[in-house]
Nanobody, 126 residues
Framework: QVQLVESGGGLVQAGGSLRLSCAAS????????MGWFRQAPGKEREFVAA????????YYADSVKGRFTISRDNVKNTVPLQMNSLKPEDTAVYYC???????????????????WGQGTQVTVSS
């Protein structure tokens, strides 16, 4: 079991940057593939970015590719999401998720993930 807590959300102007962080409990953080998802009002939750256990493999949704960067620190047990060149359409509640795995895979859909954080609000103004 792992507990996830997102932080770093807030209000930012279009074109600005924001850095989110997902903090995980426990000593087995390196056994979890991690992902970031977001959900805008009235829309379904969508994939944003994923990273494998080691941090050697990442994958991004087309909508954020080139602007967002996911990474991980397996010592601090955190998964930052650096968001640059923010757009109003990035406004959403952002969630981190974890999947226990022995593999080096990353996961781009919600279905495989075992644990979810409570979410943090990101609002990008025009």
């Amino acid at each position: 079991q792992v507990q996830l807590v997102e932080s770093g959300g807030g209000l930012v102007q279009a074109g600005g940057s924001l850095r989110l962080s997902c903090a995980a409990s426990g000593r087995t953080f390196s056994s979890y593939a991690m992902g970031w998802f977001r959900q805008a009002p009235g829309k379904e939750r969508e994939f944003v970015a994923a990273i494998n256990r080691s941090g050697g493999s990442t994958y991004y949704a087309d909508s954020v590719k080139g602007r967002f960067t996911i990474s991980r620190d397996n010592v601090k047990n955190t998964v930052p999401l650096q968001m640059n060149s923010l757009k109003p359409e990035d406004t959403a509640v952002y969630y981190c998720a974890a999947k226990y795995t022995y593999l080096s895979s990353y996961y781009t859909s919600m279905k495989p993930y075992d644990y979810w954080g409570q979410g943090t609000q990101v609002t990008v103004s025009s």
